[in-house]
Each structure stands twice: as structure tokens, then as C-alpha cells.
């Protein structure tokens, strides 16, 4: 990227960034972050930052770029509107023109459908488009299907209005374009990263140290806990594993319950600790002392969590499916996600490895992970759209 004597104003709505989202809230945290630092180095644009309230745009940004808005280049706008809501369709659009934007990323699907300047989205997985049915929500049926009829309009619409389409993956790209063909030429995969403490880490440990570590027969889950995470498996598996912990660690959603209740019904509730949300540095010491990290998932639009534990030095069980294949190579332990035994026969063969040489190799290969190169070709596809007016 050159230096631009123009400063372009970009608009980024950051209405689903932070801890509190998951994924997509530390996706665009660190999208923010980074592109704030480029920013400096190349005075490419006017940041202009869409957060819901005071507190989000504080613990995202952190205290030196809030309170040094004009040194960075950026402005805040609060807007307390939800996402997936009526106001965000009908009200959004006033708001973003009275912006003046040259170009608005909008880092999910929920895009206003009646705005329709210069549009960057990312879609992070079109996970509703394949997991759908009663079986996945709980609302009751008229609301959900009045809800799923509104999703898909807005995804189209999306798809559409979008001058990119920004995905975690060539998987994810892949679906798209299963999905929706037209728009396979104006897809850029943009590989997410580890978050700056899992950095400090790599900087920290050696395999031989991690090695010598005593570690404690439990496994590790971090997510949420919707029906298509699958970690029923696991519980399941815990039956025959009588002196192993399941750690489950995530911000409370509504599918706890539903979990808890499995539990229960299995037999294995002193098998199984619920921890809520852990930090990334406690989180960090959780993997260090397990034996790995599960994610048993039927769909994932990236994978974070496995390369975040990797990066900790800990060994990753991760189901069969194409995007772990993509982003995990031959670095995780495989099992069907329909088979018990399959994951009971992965954790066998993890158990009687070397653990050594599985943590240097899980640790050199997280380091390809950054989000510096995410947020880097993130501002290119930024800067094609902007100079081609």
C-alpha cells in the first residue's frame, strides 16, 4: 500500500465487536485495532467508528486510542440500536449517509437493506443457510420462520450491494458461491489470527518447557453451545472416560440449559465444569495444563479457538470437517463428529504421542496466524474500491 494524500472517511459499524460477541466481536476487535495502526503509518483514512454505547468503545479500543481520537485519525458515533432489529433496517441508513462515507464495512450480513453507497461486508459462515429447523432456536415457530425468511432477504441483499465480500476462508468462500454464484469474483479470503496475548506467549514458552509441564486428564471446549457446536459427542464420550474433565468455558447462552440437562441425563455432572468466560491469559495457563482442546462442531467458519490453543502449546481434537482441515492441516487429532468411538480411538492416539514434538510443531504453525496480515489486505480491498471512483 502507497501513501495517500487524500484521506478517505470509512465508516465501520462496531456494533457486534468485543468480548460479548464471540467470534465475530473479537474479529472485529482486532480488525479495528489493527487498521488503526496502519492508519498511522499510512494516513490512508478517516476512521469513523460505530459503536453502540460509551463502554463497548472504550474496552475495544482501549484508553489511548479513545481518548486521542484526533492523534488516530478516528471520530466515535454511539448508536444504541441492536442488531437483527427493525431500527437497525429503517433508522442505519439516515445515519451512515449523514456520515458522508466514501465506503462503510459492515463485518457480518446485517446490513442495513436500504443504504446502498460503497459497501464492504464480511461473511463469517453461512451457517443459518444449513442448520435450520425447530431443532436450532429456541423460539416458537411463527417467529422463527418469520426470522429465518427476514435473515435470508438480508444475506441476499448483502450479497448483492457488497462491492467485496470478505471470508475467513476458501471453505467459506466455497459455500458462498454454493449458495450464491454471482458473486464468486468478488470474494477475498482474509485468514484471521491469535490475539496479542497468544503472541506474548509464543515469545514465551519453548516445547521443551511446555513438555516437561504436568498436565491434568481434562479437555478443554470453548464456544457457545447452539446444537450445531455438537458437543453432546463429548458427553457422551465422558461415559467411558470416568477419569477425564470436560471444561467448558464461553459466556452463558440460552443452549446452557439445554447442555446442563444432557449432563444430567448422561450421568457425568462431576465430570463436567461450566467456567463462563476466562480471559485470554487465565485461558492460556487452562490450555497449558490440559491435554486438548475439543471442538467437535458440524460447522465452523473458522476455527480460532484451535489455533489459539496451539499457540498456547496445547494439542487440538477437532472434527472431520472441511474448514479444519483447511486451517488446522495435519495439526489437530481428527474424529467423525457423529462417532464417540471415533473421538474416544483421536484422544487414544493424542494420549500415546510425544507430547514435545506435537506443542513445537502447534506453535511454530500458529505463528502464520496474525491479524496484522488480516487487517493489511483488509485496507487493500479498501483502497481498490476507494481509488477506482
Excluded at 21 to 27: D, K, L, Q
Aim: hydrophobic share 40%.
Amino acid at each position: 500500500m502507497t501513501t495517500n494524500t487524500k484521506r478517505y472517511r470509512l465508516g465501520i459499524d462496531c456494533r457486534l465487536s468485543g468480548s460479548e460477541h464471540a467470534g465475530i466481536g473479537r474479529y472485529c476487535e482486532n480488525l479495528l485495532r489493527e487498521t488503526i495502526k496502519i492508519n498511522q503509518e499510512k494516513n490512508l483514512f478517516h476512521l469513523v467508528l460505530f459503536f453502540r454505547n460509551l463502554n463497548q468503545a472504550k474496552a475495544v479500543l482501549g484508553q489511548d486510542y479513545y481518548q486521542k481520537t484526533e492523534k488516530y485519525h478516528l471520530s466515535i458515533q454511539l448508536i444504541n440500536i441492536r442488531h437483527y432489529s427493525l431500527k437497525e433496517q429503517f433508522c442505519l441508513p439516515k445515519i451512515y449517509r449523514q456520515a458522508k462515507l466514501d465506503l462503510l464495512h459492515v463485518p457480518h450480513f446485517n446490513i442495513p437493506i436500504f443504504y446502498r453507497q460503497n459497501l464492504v461486508i464480511t461473511i463469517h459462515d453461512l451457517l443459518w443457510h444449513q442448520q435450520k429447523g425447530m431443532k436450532v432456536t429456541t423460539l416458537k415457530p411463527i417467529a422463527y420462520y418469520a426470522k429465518y425468511l427476514a435473515y435470508l432477504m438480508v444475506v441476499k441483499q448483502a450479497i448483492k450491494q457488497a462491492k467485496f465480500i470478505l471470508v475467513p476462508a476458501q471453505t467459506i468462500k466455497e459455500t458462498v458461491v454454493k449458495y450464491y454464484r454471482h458473486a464468486q469474483d468478488k470474494i477475498v479470503v482474509t485468514k484471521e489470527g491469535i490475539a496479542e496475548a497468544y503472541q506474548k506467549n509464543l515469545n514465551l514458552v519453548s516445547a521443551k518447557s511446555l513438555g516437561k509441564k504436568r498436565i491434568k486428564k481434562q479437555l478443554v471446549y470453548t464456544g457457545s453451545l447452539y446444537p450445531h457446536k455438537n458437543i453432546i459427542l463429548i458427553i457422551k464420550a465422558l461415559k467411558k472416560l470416568p477419569k477425564y474433565q470436560l471444561l467448558v468455558v464461553g459466556s452463558r447462552n440460552v443452549f446452557q440449559t439445554q447442555v446442563r440437562k444432557l449432563v444430567a441425563r448422561y450421568k457425568v455432572k462431576r465430570q463436567v465444569k461450566f467456567l463462563a468466560y476466562v480471559p485470554d491469559d487465565k485461558l492460556i495457563k487452562l490450555y497449558q495444563e490440559s491435554i486438548a482442546l475439543v471442538q467437535p462442531s458440524l460447522s465452523e467458519g473458522f476455527g480460532l479457538t484451535g489455533i489459539e490453543a496451539m499457540a498456547s502449546g496445547t494439542a487440538v481434537l477437532a472434527s472431520d470437517i472441511p474448514i479444519f482441515h483447511e486451517i488446522y492441516q495435519d495439526h489437530a487429532f481428527y474424529f467423525n463428529p457423529k462417532d464417540s468411538n471415533s473421538f474416544l480411538a483421536a484422544l487414544e492416539k493424542l494420549e500415546f504421542s510425544k507430547r514435545e514434538p506435537i506443542i513445537k510443531n502447534n506453535l511454530d504453525f500458529a505463528k502464520k496466524y496474525r491479524w496484522q496480515d488480516m487487517a493489511n489486505l483488509t485496507c487493500r480491498v479498501y483502497l481498490t474500491i476507494l481509488q477506482s471512483k
